[in-house]
């Protein structure tokens, strides 16, 4: 079992940039494929981007293609999701996830473990 805490949301206002931070405990976290969602009030949690184990592999949403940057660092057990020309549709809670596959999924579905979410406030 992972448990995750999300950290780095905020207010920031339109252009700006935040990086938010994941980190996992356990000692197996380079085995999860890990993922970003965000869920604004009343809209279904939505797939922001995913990391494979190695962190080789990553898939966008289309929303933050070209905007967001998901990483990892294992030795550290820590994701990170850089967002960059942050508008005010980003805003929303940002949580993290693991997956116990190596494959990738856009699927909140097909995520076991959830962090509990951080506010990321994009401001006019």
């Known amino acids: 079992q992972v448990q995750l805490v999300e950290s780095g949301g905020g207010l920031v206002q339109v252009g700006g940039s935040l990086r938010l931070s994941c980190a996992a405990s356990?000692?197996?976290?380079?085995?999860?494929?890990m993922g970003w969602f965000r869920q604004a009030p009343g809209k279904e949690r939505e797939f922001v981007a995913t990391?494979?184990?190695?962190?080789?592999?990553?898939y966008y949403g289309d929303s933050v293609k070209g905007r967001f940057t998901i990483s990892r660092d294992n030795a550290k057990n820590t994701m990170y999701l850089q967002m960059n020309s942050l508008k005010p549709e980003d805003t929303a809670v940002y949580y993290c996830?693991?997956?116990?596959?190596?494959?990738?999924?856009?699927?909140?579905?097909?995520?076991?473990?959830w962090g509990q979410g951080t506010q990321v406030t994009v401001s006019t």
């Open positions: 990391i494979s184990g190695a962190g080789g592999t990553t």
């Open positions: 996830a693991a997956r116990t596959s190596y494959f990738s999924s856009a699927s909140k579905d097909r995520y076991d473990y």
């Open positions: 356990g000692r197996t976290f380079s085995t999860y494929t």
